[in-house]
């Protein structure tokens, strides 16, 4: 056990550091360990510097440094007893506080009745010994997106609690590092509680925390000196003008936005493999998936949580397909993320500028001379402020009980819900919620209709998830989380005629909105409802949609895609009704949900017949595994679908609206 070191002469100030002598490295481990944390730093394993659990200055790699560039990484041998001679290598930080696989909840099926119960971790004590300034502001980045906002991952802040951070200066860097073009390094500024700066004889070092202050009182370190203080911040100096400014950082974002059809997209997917290996490396990727594990009687079921990436070619898949089928579309997806719409989501960059992209790109991709070509600098117009998303439940699932079922059509189901969270009576026009049964992954679903105990759930059995939830039956469960999103803005419809557009089962998220304007219809102008299905029994909420037409003063207009004999009325798309119509277009607004195709045809008609892109209103689909914009899975531009959506304006979409593969 090692106590408090004897204090050496000169010990450092207030405002300087002290000095700490190569062969008394060893005394803060055995500090650290002293104070139960477990050790992670830098060991060589398998030709690379790889971060692990350590236990000794034995561990780490002596007299190594690494050599880097596009595609390819190699260590070598160097001259001297330096420890941390090399940048960085394959693993990051992220695999402990971050880890590949954590576990959400457990659920368990007993007849009708549903249970879940949240998994809770005691994540161990650690250290990191050796963070790098990218990777500080890496875990900053982080932190930023997993517990800085309105929603928050708690497993993450579990486990971010119990990290002790040792920095480290950089004293070299590789031909793949351009930290200085992203502002964060070379130089080690905060984020940490000791920081080293490595030097022949032994290490500066600073504190940067209460925690950090209390352990350099331990150590056996003196004043350093003068020469030593300019030792260390020249070499600092130099890595920063050996690494030089490879990207214009500046209007990037706009630069970037702006060329969303630049054929660089289609160029550059002739290299890339989609792999992943660059979201795999990455330090600041949060991109997940809901693994569903089962027991041999399907009963009993552990929800988890692992990495994903926006290369992975079921990542973007819904209904009919993925939305981003080509290669171009996801490498486009990820770097816009990186350089661009982060920004809009979390006030910072996605990127550090470790390199890490650039060298473990098994076909040398260069993430620099792609943003180089492709974003050229110009200036643009700043962008469109973001709508503020609906306050909802975190990760946590309640439980509801089916109390009525309804066969709208015959592979959809109304199922009536009824002991929800409270927070379900304060839903709004729009909403979804994440319904869960054990088993099968969480899935966003539309909600219906509210009512003051319960709310309503329009679910078409289109997978085996969706299949089962419409299988359920009177005093079955199910796991609900929400409301999630926002509303159709109804607070901008009042005192305007309203064109409602939908078709199938998109006219269950519109339904909360014709249920208020019957509420309150004085306070609208003339509602018109345009409704298409694939055939007459295609339609859904057929005695409402006869009552909404004859006693509750709506023009209610149907048409169908195939007829029957029995069917009289219009036959083609919904946007065929237009025809017949008469309205105000300079007092109206326009609620549409349907197929993305569709949407996009009723909105280019809308806008011929006067309707504007302000006033025309859609609400998107995309796969969704979290509803918070934490797994990454429903972005679309600077959006998260879930949290900044699911209800958009054309106008806010502006170009992306449509546009394949984003």
Known sequence: MVTTAPARS???????????????????????????????????????????????????????????????????????????GYVVGPTSWKR???????????????????????????????????????????LAVQDRVLMGG?????????????????????????????????????????????????????????????????????????????????????????????IGDPVTVDGLHDRLMAQLDHPRWAQVAERCITCGNCTLACPTCFCTGITQVTDLTGENAA????????FSPGFARVAGGSFRSRPRDRYRQWLTHKFGTWWDQFGTTGCTGCGRCITWCPVGIDVREELNAIAPAISLAPEVVLV???????????????????????????????????????????????????????????????????????????????????????????????PLGNNWPLDRAVGRDLVIVTGGIGLAPLRPVIDTIIANRRRYGDVKLFYGARTPADLHYRAELERWGTRDGLDVSLTVDRAGPEWTGPVGVVTQLFDQAVWDASNMIAFV??????????????????????????TLERHMECGIGLCGHCQMGKYFVCRDGPVFSIAQLGEIFGREGI
């Open 10 to 84: 000169g010990r450092p100030t207030a405002d300087g550091p002290g000095f700490l002598g190569r062969d008394d490295l060893g005394v803060l481990l055995d500090l650290l360990r002293d104070d139960g944390r477990t050790l992670i730093g830098p060991t060589v394993d398998d030709g690379t510097i790889v971060y692990d659990e350590i236990t000794s200055v034995e561990d780490l790699p002596h007299g190594v440094t690494d050599e880097q560039s596009p595609g390819r990484y190699r260590l070598e041998n160097r001259d001297g007893e330096r420890l941390f």
């Open 96 to 138: 402990w506080t971050f880890p590949p696989a954590v576990e959400l909840n457990r659920g368990t099926r007993d007849g009708h009745r549903v249970t879940f119960e949240a998994t809770t971790v005691k994540p161990p004590k650690l250290a990191f010994l050796g963070a790098r300034a990218c990777e500080l502001a890496a």
């Open 150 to 242: 309105e929603f928050v991952d708690p497993d993450y802040i579990l486990r971010r609690a119990n990290v002790l951070v040792v920095a480290v200066q950089c004293m070299t860097s590789a031909s793949t590092c351009f930290c200085t073009s992203m502002g964060t390094g070379p130089e080690v500024t905060g984020g940490f509680d000791l920081s080293l700066s490595e030097l022949d004889g032994g290490f500066l070092v600073t504190a940067g925390s209460t925690a950090g202050r209390e352990l350099l009182e331990r150590l056996p370190v003196r004043a350093a000196t003068a020469a030593e203080k300019y030792g260390a911040a020249a070499v600092v100096a130099g890595v920063r003008a050996q």
């Open 303 to 310: 929800m988890e949580r692992r990495w994903d990436s926006c």
């Open 388 to 482: 503020e998303p609906v306050a909802a439940t975190p990760n946590d699932f309640v439980t509801a009980r089916v109390i009525a079922t309804k066969q709208e059509t015959p592979d959809t189901v109304t199922l009536t819900l009824t002991g929800t969270d409270p927070a379900f009576a304060r839903g709004g026009t729009g909403q979804f919620a994440m319904v869960a049964l054990p088993g099968f992954p969480p899935l966003p679903i539309s909600i219906s209709r509210f009512h003051a105990d319960g709310i309503e759930l329009t679910i078409r059995g289109a997978g085996p998830a969706t299949r089962a939830m419409a299988a359920l039956q009177i005093d079955d469960q199910v796991g609900l989380r929400g």
């Open 593 to 618: 949900c349907g197929p993305e195709r569709m949407m996009q045809a009723t909105a280019s008609t809308l806008a011929g017949r006067g309707v504007p892109a302000s006033r025309t209103y859609v």
